[in-house]
């Protein structure tokens, strides 16, 4: 049996990269880990934290159109413990122009702060640890 740690890719559809991009490169201050182009009909990027057991995975499917978000309960919530830290990520959001929004699940409203990515997709930052 292995010790080593899964590695977890979220994967979503979109139709421009370049708001998404915005929103999470610039507001969430994600990193590009990788990037491709026409791959069997697939374009996309790979953003997250270099190092992090986890990254988000954006594709765009060639002849396709995605929909949009479903439900405002399709999150991603990143625990920041670290009450600088936190205030950090949400006043950077808010420098590059994205406001929180109210959180459909009011368990997000008491520590954290929701935003919504252009695509209707929502990123939660959560002041709290994750202790499991």
């Known amino acids: ?3 080593s740690i ?8 979109t139709n421009d990269f370049a708001p998404l991009e915005r929103f999470y490169m610039q507001g969430a201050d994600f990193r590009r880990l990788a990037a491709f182009e026409g791959r069997d009909g697939f374009s996309g990027m790979v953003l997250g934290y270099p190092r992090a057991p986890w990254h988000l995975a954006l594709v765009r499917e060639e002849g396709q159109i995605a929909p949009r978000a479903g439900s405002p309960e399709q999150l991603l919530v990143l625990y920041l413990p670290d009450p600088d ?5 949400v006043d950077r959001m808010t420098a590059h122009g994205y406001e929180p929004v109210p959180a459909q699940n009011p368990y997000w409203e008491v520590a954290g702060k929701t935003f919504e990515d252009p695509d ?3 990123l939660v930052f959560q002041n709290r640890a994750w202790d499991l």
């Open 1 to 3: 049996m292995s010790n």
């Open 6 to 13: 899964p590695v977890l890719r979220v994967v979503r559809p």
């Open 85 to 89: 830290e936190w205030r950090v990520a």
């Open 120 to 122: 209707g997709y929502r």
